[in-house]
Protein backbone atom coordinates (compact mmCIF):
# COMPACT_ATOMS: atom_id res chain seq x y z
CA UNK A 1 0.00 0.00 0.00
CA UNK A 2 1.23 3.58 -0.87
CA UNK A 3 2.24 5.59 1.71
CA UNK A 4 -0.20 8.59 2.54
CA UNK A 5 -3.34 6.65 0.19
CA UNK A 6 -5.36 6.48 3.77
CA UNK A 7 -5.92 10.04 3.38
CA UNK A 8 -8.54 10.22 0.79
CA UNK A 9 -10.73 7.29 2.56
CA UNK A 10 -10.36 8.72 6.08
CA UNK A 11 -11.57 12.19 4.20
CA UNK A 12 -14.53 10.61 2.40
CA UNK A 13 -15.21 8.89 5.89
CA UNK A 14 -15.61 12.04 8.03
CA UNK A 15 -17.62 13.60 5.52
CA UNK A 16 -20.03 11.16 5.05
CA UNK A 17 -20.34 10.51 8.89
CA UNK A 18 -22.08 13.61 9.06
CA UNK A 19 -23.30 13.78 5.66
CA UNK A 20 -25.44 10.36 6.98
CA UNK A 21 -26.94 12.24 9.85
CA UNK A 22 -27.82 15.61 8.04
CA UNK A 23 -31.14 16.64 9.16
CA UNK A 24 -29.51 16.50 12.54
CA UNK A 25 -26.05 18.32 11.68
CA UNK A 26 -27.39 20.43 9.06
CA UNK A 27 -30.67 20.95 9.26
CA UNK A 28 -30.53 21.14 13.07
CA UNK A 29 -28.33 24.24 13.18
CA UNK A 30 -30.11 26.14 10.15
CA UNK A 31 -33.32 25.74 12.61
CA UNK A 32 -31.37 27.24 14.96
CA UNK A 33 -30.07 30.18 13.70
CA UNK A 34 -33.75 31.03 12.26
CA UNK A 35 -35.00 31.20 16.09
CA UNK A 36 -32.23 33.28 16.74
CA UNK A 37 -32.96 35.69 13.61
CA UNK A 38 -37.12 35.91 14.65
CA UNK A 39 -36.39 36.42 18.43
CA UNK A 40 -33.78 38.90 18.11
CA UNK A 41 -34.59 40.55 14.89
CA UNK A 42 -38.40 40.98 16.27
CA UNK A 43 -37.05 42.07 19.86
CA UNK A 44 -34.91 44.89 18.07
CA UNK A 45 -36.85 45.62 15.16
CA UNK A 46 -36.06 48.78 14.12
CA UNK A 47 -32.66 49.36 15.51
CA UNK A 48 -30.24 50.58 13.42
CA UNK A 49 -26.07 49.72 12.95
CA UNK A 50 -23.47 51.63 11.21
CA UNK A 51 -26.21 54.07 11.08
CA UNK A 52 -27.66 52.73 7.67
CA UNK A 53 -27.79 48.69 8.16
CA UNK A 54 -31.44 47.46 10.18
CA UNK A 55 -30.65 45.54 13.02
CA UNK A 56 -31.91 42.00 10.77
CA UNK A 57 -29.43 42.79 8.20
CA UNK A 58 -26.59 43.30 10.60
CA UNK A 59 -27.62 40.05 11.99
CA UNK A 60 -27.48 37.72 9.84
CA UNK A 61 -23.84 37.46 8.70
CA UNK A 62 -22.77 37.09 12.19
CA UNK A 63 -25.51 33.78 12.25
CA UNK A 64 -23.96 32.77 9.45
CA UNK A 65 -20.52 32.85 11.01
CA UNK A 66 -21.74 31.51 14.01
CA UNK A 67 -23.08 28.66 12.71
CA UNK A 68 -20.01 27.52 10.36
CA UNK A 69 -17.71 27.83 13.88
CA UNK A 70 -19.61 25.84 16.06
CA UNK A 71 -20.37 23.21 13.33
CA UNK A 72 -16.66 23.02 12.51
CA UNK A 73 -15.82 22.56 15.95
CA UNK A 74 -18.76 19.88 16.37
CA UNK A 75 -17.29 18.01 13.33
CA UNK A 76 -13.74 17.32 14.61
CA UNK A 77 -14.46 17.20 18.31
CA UNK A 78 -17.70 14.85 18.23
CA UNK A 79 -15.78 12.63 15.51
CA UNK A 80 -12.57 11.87 17.92
CA UNK A 81 -14.76 11.96 21.18
CA UNK A 82 -16.94 8.89 19.54
CA UNK A 83 -13.95 6.85 18.13
CA UNK A 84 -12.59 6.99 21.45
CA UNK A 85 -15.85 5.94 23.35
CA UNK A 86 -16.52 3.20 21.20
CA UNK A 87 -12.88 1.92 20.90
CA UNK A 88 -12.64 1.81 16.89
CA UNK A 89 -10.33 4.53 16.49
CA UNK A 90 -7.33 1.95 16.64
CA UNK A 91 -8.45 0.98 13.21
CA UNK A 92 -8.37 4.92 12.11
CA UNK A 93 -4.98 5.08 13.84
CA UNK A 94 -3.24 1.84 11.79
CA UNK A 95 -3.92 3.50 8.39
CA UNK A 96 -0.95 4.42 6.54
CA UNK A 97 -1.29 8.08 7.33
CA UNK A 98 1.04 10.77 8.48
CA UNK A 99 -0.19 13.12 11.21
CA UNK A 100 -0.61 15.92 8.61
CA UNK A 101 -2.93 13.73 6.57
CA UNK A 102 -4.89 12.55 9.97
CA UNK A 103 -5.16 16.47 10.38
CA UNK A 104 -5.92 17.80 7.02
CA UNK A 105 -8.70 14.75 6.39
CA UNK A 106 -9.92 15.71 10.30
CA UNK A 107 -10.20 19.49 9.52
CA UNK A 108 -11.09 19.56 5.56
CA UNK A 109 -14.33 17.54 6.82
CA UNK A 110 -15.04 20.21 9.74
CA UNK A 111 -14.61 22.98 6.64
CA UNK A 112 -16.70 21.24 4.29
CA UNK A 113 -19.84 20.77 7.33
CA UNK A 114 -19.35 24.03 8.55
CA UNK A 115 -19.74 26.17 5.24
CA UNK A 116 -22.85 23.65 4.34
CA UNK A 117 -24.43 24.82 7.26
CA UNK A 118 -23.45 28.25 6.72
CA UNK A 119 -24.86 28.32 2.95
CA UNK A 120 -28.14 26.91 4.43
CA UNK A 121 -28.35 29.44 6.99
CA UNK A 122 -28.00 31.87 4.44
CA UNK A 123 -30.34 30.77 2.23
CA UNK A 124 -32.84 30.58 4.33
CA UNK A 125 -32.47 33.87 6.55
CA UNK A 126 -32.08 36.04 2.98
CA UNK A 127 -35.90 35.73 2.90
CA UNK A 128 -35.93 38.35 5.83
CA UNK A 129 -33.59 40.33 4.45
CA UNK A 130 -31.29 40.30 1.55
CA UNK A 131 -27.85 40.52 2.30
CA UNK A 132 -25.64 42.60 0.12
CA UNK A 133 -21.84 41.33 -1.04
CA UNK A 134 -19.72 43.58 -1.47
CA UNK A 135 -16.70 41.79 -1.01
CA UNK A 136 -17.23 38.30 -1.83
CA UNK A 137 -13.12 37.23 -1.68
CA UNK A 138 -13.05 38.66 2.16
CA UNK A 139 -16.47 36.41 3.08
CA UNK A 140 -15.08 33.41 1.65
CA UNK A 141 -11.46 33.77 3.27
CA UNK A 142 -13.17 34.74 6.47
CA UNK A 143 -15.46 31.77 6.27
CA UNK A 144 -12.61 29.17 5.69
CA UNK A 145 -10.45 30.11 8.01
CA UNK A 146 -12.97 30.45 10.69
CA UNK A 147 -14.15 26.58 10.10
CA UNK A 148 -10.29 25.83 9.60
CA UNK A 149 -9.66 27.48 13.27
CA UNK A 150 -12.60 25.41 14.85
CA UNK A 151 -12.17 22.48 13.21
CA UNK A 152 -8.85 22.58 14.65
CA UNK A 153 -9.95 23.40 18.05
CA UNK A 154 -12.42 20.65 18.06
CA UNK A 155 -9.11 18.06 17.18
CA UNK A 156 -7.66 19.73 20.05
CA UNK A 157 -10.44 19.08 22.33
CA UNK A 158 -11.33 15.87 20.97
CA UNK A 159 -7.75 14.45 21.57
CA UNK A 160 -7.61 16.29 25.01
CA UNK A 161 -11.10 14.54 25.99
CA UNK A 162 -11.15 11.10 27.34
CA UNK A 163 -15.29 11.17 27.63
CA UNK A 164 -18.53 13.43 26.60
CA UNK A 165 -18.22 15.49 30.14
CA UNK A 166 -14.84 17.16 29.43
CA UNK A 167 -15.55 17.76 25.80
CA UNK A 168 -18.59 19.26 26.85
CA UNK A 169 -16.76 21.39 29.32
CA UNK A 170 -14.42 22.43 26.72
CA UNK A 171 -17.69 23.96 24.60
CA UNK A 172 -19.51 25.46 26.99
CA UNK A 173 -17.04 27.19 28.84
CA UNK A 174 -14.64 27.93 26.01
CA UNK A 175 -16.38 27.86 22.87
CA UNK A 176 -19.52 28.68 23.66
CA UNK A 177 -19.14 31.96 25.63
CA UNK A 178 -15.98 32.98 23.20
CA UNK A 179 -18.81 33.14 19.76
CA UNK A 180 -21.46 34.91 21.74
CA UNK A 181 -19.16 37.54 22.76
CA UNK A 182 -17.51 37.65 19.84
CA UNK A 183 -20.23 40.29 17.99
CA UNK A 184 -22.69 37.97 16.60
CA UNK A 185 -25.55 40.37 17.79
CA UNK A 186 -24.06 43.68 18.47
CA UNK A 187 -21.81 45.74 16.85
CA UNK A 188 -18.61 46.21 20.10
CA UNK A 189 -19.11 49.97 19.52
CA UNK A 190 -22.39 49.94 21.64
CA UNK A 191 -20.15 48.34 24.48
CA UNK A 192 -18.96 50.07 27.75
CA UNK A 193 -15.00 50.99 26.65
CA UNK A 194 -13.73 48.21 29.28
CA UNK A 195 -15.84 45.47 27.47
CA UNK A 196 -14.72 46.88 23.89
CA UNK A 197 -11.22 46.49 25.39
CA UNK A 198 -12.24 42.84 26.41
CA UNK A 199 -13.66 42.13 22.93
CA UNK A 200 -10.16 42.95 21.27
CA UNK A 201 -8.75 39.52 23.27
CA UNK A 202 -11.26 37.37 21.59
CA UNK A 203 -10.29 35.68 18.41
CA UNK A 204 -13.96 34.90 17.52
CA UNK A 205 -14.79 38.99 17.15
CA UNK A 206 -12.27 39.24 14.42
CA UNK A 207 -13.73 36.25 12.57
CA UNK A 208 -17.14 37.53 12.99
CA UNK A 209 -15.93 41.71 12.04
CA UNK A 210 -13.90 40.34 8.85
CA UNK A 211 -16.54 38.43 7.79
CA UNK A 212 -19.54 41.05 8.39
CA UNK A 213 -17.38 43.53 6.45
CA UNK A 214 -17.60 40.94 2.96
CA UNK A 215 -21.06 41.94 3.24
CA UNK A 216 -21.44 45.25 3.84
CA UNK A 217 -17.98 47.36 3.27
CA UNK A 218 -17.67 48.49 6.87
CA UNK A 219 -16.77 46.85 10.32
CA UNK A 220 -15.72 47.91 13.59
CA UNK A 221 -12.03 47.70 12.81
CA UNK A 222 -10.05 47.46 9.83
CA UNK A 223 -10.42 44.03 7.81
CA UNK A 224 -6.85 43.79 7.08
CA UNK A 225 -6.27 43.87 10.99
CA UNK A 226 -8.85 40.80 11.14
CA UNK A 227 -7.22 39.06 8.93
CA UNK A 228 -3.39 39.53 10.31
CA UNK A 229 -5.05 38.15 13.52
CA UNK A 230 -7.01 35.66 11.83
CA UNK A 231 -4.38 33.59 10.31
CA UNK A 232 -1.63 33.99 13.36
CA UNK A 233 -4.38 32.59 15.38
CA UNK A 234 -4.62 29.78 12.84
CA UNK A 235 -1.16 28.62 12.46
CA UNK A 236 -1.40 28.58 16.40
CA UNK A 237 -4.24 25.89 16.43
CA UNK A 238 -2.57 23.96 13.70
CA UNK A 239 0.41 23.98 15.39
CA UNK A 240 -0.83 22.38 18.53
CA UNK A 241 -3.27 20.17 17.27
CA UNK A 242 -0.03 18.81 14.88
CA UNK A 243 2.09 18.46 17.67
CA UNK A 244 -0.51 16.39 19.85
CA UNK A 245 -0.59 14.05 17.12
CA UNK A 246 2.88 13.96 16.20
CA UNK A 247 3.24 13.04 19.79
CA UNK A 248 0.41 10.62 19.81
CA UNK A 249 -1.17 12.35 23.07
CA UNK A 250 -3.97 10.65 24.52
CA UNK A 251 -4.47 8.42 21.04
CA UNK A 252 -1.45 6.22 21.07
CA UNK A 253 -0.20 6.30 24.14
Known amino acids: ?29 VLTAILYL ?38 TSS ?22 EFYAAYVLAAVFRGVMVGLGVLAITAWYAPPAFEYPLWILTFAFLGAAILGSMGLIAGIWADKYDQLAAFQNFIIMPATMLSGVFYSIHSLPVAWQTVSHFNPFFYMIDGFR ?20 FFILVSVVALRLLQKGYKLRN
Open 1 to 29: MIYGSGFPTLLRKEIKRFYKVGFQTVAAP
Open 38 to 75: MIFGHVLEGKEVYGRLSYTTFLIPGLVMMSVLQNAFAN
Open 79 to 100: SLIQSKVTGNLVFVLLAPFSHL
Open 213 to 232: YGFFGVSDISPWNSLAIVVS
